[in-house]
């Protein structure tokens, strides 16, 4: 019966996103169709049955008790949710009376303009002063820490690496907004502008600006032994060749998917120090993290709330919102109360970060059933509009840059906060508007 609702749900959900997305194409990927295929099929959906029938033999969700209810309970959930999350990206459709397919394929076909001309002073003067910013602030972020960590890896143990990476990572003693606006939003953007500057000029300058701001990239966003955002900064190259050229050939398509296989298993060679058996293993290294670590926090969720711990509310926002509006303190959120419920005492030595999930994840914990029942299409209206929006605006590098940026980055696994309440995405909005402006305030030649 499960196969059966299953293969159902699957057929009615790939059929909404399509009408969504305007192609499910993936040598035409964009945005939306990367959010099925990488973020849900993959990851939730196809997981979801191994876990159902207990095949998955995953130490996460072992922890879970075998007499609960609590994974019948996640999986019909999940199905809802892949229903319902398209429905309200096409309710955002309807609304702003957008035909997706005309009007992704109408973007990606336009030819690329600059802000007034190749050459002008305007879009000159906000790229360097843009370049500026971001290495004052990677300069800042790498002084905060002391050093470099990505340099000294060299004989690191695991336990040393996960302990660096929580210092480093959640215990870092700067100003965050410095390192996460400047450092590791702006400056990927800003390579992904360069390299869209070479491709339409082919000027050499503009060639070792991107070389150089790539370099600068990879270092940065390893700050904290980090795998995700320098495969998720790569991956994003794909969408950019579809945006620049209207699509993928498939032997790029296949060949790239190949380097980032091998690049993530270099990876965990490196960081986590497993042995070949082990990455080849269905419930660990790659597979396990794709399948089921990225999942388990999904599972883990509908078994701690509320059995171990009460329905957090709207108190794990941010601590201006707790102190000023509830009047209460900040609760840490759903992903790091999972932490210090399964897994104390790494919990407690620090060795944990948080277990992120699917973001209805945090909408049941704060929520309960109401958060299951709005969630999915509050988020897919808020992505659809942003999707939208940003293929409304002219075909500028910039903006070519930002929609590279985000197409591979959904916030689904992020948690359901971050569509509440983001103030580092609208930062960087004001932060481009800014120097945009700016730019046609100061002229100069160069």
């Given amino acids: 019966m499960i196969i059966i609702i299953s293969v159902i749900a699957f057929y009615l959900s790939f059929r909404l996103f399509k009408v969504a997305a305007g192609t499910m194409d993936l040598t035409k990927i964009n945005m939306i169709s990367s959010m099925y295929y990488a973020n849900i099929l993959i990851p939730y959906f196809l997981s ?30 999940l199905i809802y949710t892949i229903i319902a999350l398209p429905l309200g990206m096409i309710l955002a459709n309807i609304i702003f009376k957008v035909n997706p397919k005309v009007f992704y394929l109408e973007f990606i076909n336009r030819p690329i303009t600059f802000l007034n001309s190749p050459k002008d002073a305007h879009h000159k003067f906000f790229l360097n002063l843009s370049v500026l910013v971001c ?12 050093s470099i960590p990505f340099l000294n890896i060299s004989g690191m143990t695991t336990n040393e690496l996960l302990f660096i990476r929580k210092e480093v990572g959640r ?27 070479y491709k339409i000029s082919n000027n050499k300058k503009q060639l070792i600006m991107f070389i150089i701001m790539f370099m600068t990239c990879v270092l940065t966003l390893t700050y904290n032994f980090a795998k995700a955002p320098l495969i998720i900064f790569l991956i994003n190259f794909l969408f950019l060749k579809v945006l620049i050229d209207g699509q993928v050939p498939k032997k790029i398509f296949i ?20 042995s070949i058996d082990q990455l080849t293993g ?18 883990l969720t509908f078994d701690a709330f509320p059995k171990y711990h009460d329905f957090i509310g709207l108190e794990s926002m941010s601590d201006f919102f707790s102190s000023n509006i509830l009047g209460t303190e900040k609760l840490a ?53 942003f999707f939208i929006k940003l293929f409304s605006q002219k075909k500028t590098p910039i ?3 930002i929609i590279t940026f985000f197409s591979f980055r959904s916030l689904i696994n992020g948690g359901f906060n971050d569509y509440l309440y983001n103030p580092l995405y609208v930062s960087l909005i004001t932060v481009i508007a800014i120097l945009l402006f700016l730019s046609k305030k100061f002229r100069f030649n160069s």
């Avoid at 215990?171 to 500057?197: E, M, Q, S, V």
């Fill in 48 to 77: 979801s049955i191994f876990i159902y029938y207990n095949l998955d033999n995953h130490y996460l969700i072992n922890k879970i008790d075998d007499n609960s209810n609590s994974l019948k309970i996640a999986y019909y959930v």
């Fill in 282 to 299: 269905f419930t660990n290294g790659p597979m396990g993290r794709v399948f089921f670590t990225q999942s388990a926090g999904f599972y």
């Fill in 135 to 146: 290495f004052i602030a990677i300069a800042y972020v790498f002084l905060t820490i002391g």
């Fill in 255 to 274: 060949f790239g998917g190949l380097f980032i296989c091998g690049l993530i298993i270099v990876n965990y060679l490196l960081l986590t120090k497993l």
């Fill in 399 to 401: 903006i070519i840059a």
């Fill in 171 to 197: 215990g870092f003693t700067g100003i965050d907004l410095i390192k996460d606006l400047f450092a590791l939003i702006l400056t990927p953007i800003l390579t992904y502008t360069f390299y869209i500057n």
């Fill in 333 to 385: 959120r759903s992903g790091e109360q999972l932490q210090s419920i399964y897994n104390k005492s790494a919990y407690k030595a620090g060795l944990t970060g948080t277990i992120n999930s699917l973001f209805l994840a945090e909408a049941y914990a704060n929520f309960g059933f109401f958060g299951v029942l709005f969630a999915p299409i509050y988020v897919g209206f808020l992505t659809q509009f």
